[in-house]
T-cell receptor, first 114, second 113 residues
């Protein structure tokens, strides 16, 4: 079956701009989580959605937002980009909203802010 | 209390060796402990996971040892191969925190032929 698909794979944006990243989960998976990965901070949780509702949010500023659609596809948006937002953004999906079955991660979107 | 501490940062072993990666946690509400493997340019892939009511779990060449009283768990890779060279992350989840995996900082493993 198809894995988690993230688009685009690479993105270069200018400081102050905004960006939207997309994630298509595995078919049947209703939970989608987003993580930011940087060399310094490692993998940090952004937020989790289940059935179009945000259930959990990490410690990121309000410039980071997300949403989930009725087909479970998710988007995350970063407004007013800063240089420090340069990172690999990873999306992960899981079955039925429980993590006990494990996350399946996509390959990520590499965002570079210049 | 939300941290997961992972060591070592990097590890070099010879082919056939048994690298061991250790993690420690503080939050006793954690109840699910997965290990992930990440290759360059790819997302993390789930290797193996354990719950605190089990002291050891094996899947192929990968073994998790779990010490609930010490709040520590470790990953052993038996008969390591050059293809195992990757970054390994431990993680923890639980306490009602949906969808929120707390990751260790990662261990870069290099297996020499």
């Amino acid at each position: 079956k198809a894995g988690v698909t993230q688009t685009p794979r690479y993105l270069i944006k200018t400081r102050g701009q905004q960006v939207t990243l997309s994630c298509s989960p595995i078919s049947g998976h209703r939970s989608v989580s987003w993580y930011q990965q940087t060399p310094g901070q490692g993998l940090q949780f952004l937020f989790e959605y289940f059935s179009e509702t945000q259930r959990n949010k990490g410690n990121f500023p309000g410039r980071f937002s997300g949403r989930q659609f009725s087909n479970s596809r998710s988007e995350m948006n970063v407004s007013t980009l800063e240089l420090g937002d340069s990172a690999l953004y990873l999306c992960a999906s899981s079955l039925a909203g429980t993590l006990r079955g494990g996350y399946t991660f996509g390959s990520g979107t590499r965002l570079t802010v210049v | 209390q939300q941290q997961v501490k992972q060591s070592p940062q990097s590890l070099i072993v010879q082919k056939g060796g048994i690298p061991i990666i250790n993690c420690a946690y503080e939050n006793t509400a954690f109840d699910y402990f997965p290990w992930y493997q990440q290759f360059p340019g790819k997302g993390p892939a789930l290797l193996i996971a354990i719950r605190p009511d089990v002291s050891e779990k094996k899947e192929g060449r990968f073994t998790i040892s779990f010490n609930k009283s010490a709040k520590q768990f470790s990953l052993h890779i038996m008969d390591s191969q050059p293809g195992d060279s990757a970054t390994y992350f431990c993680a923890a989840e639980g306490g009602g925190s949906q969808g929120n995996l707390i990751f260790g900082k990662g261990t870069k493993l290099s297996v020499k032929p």
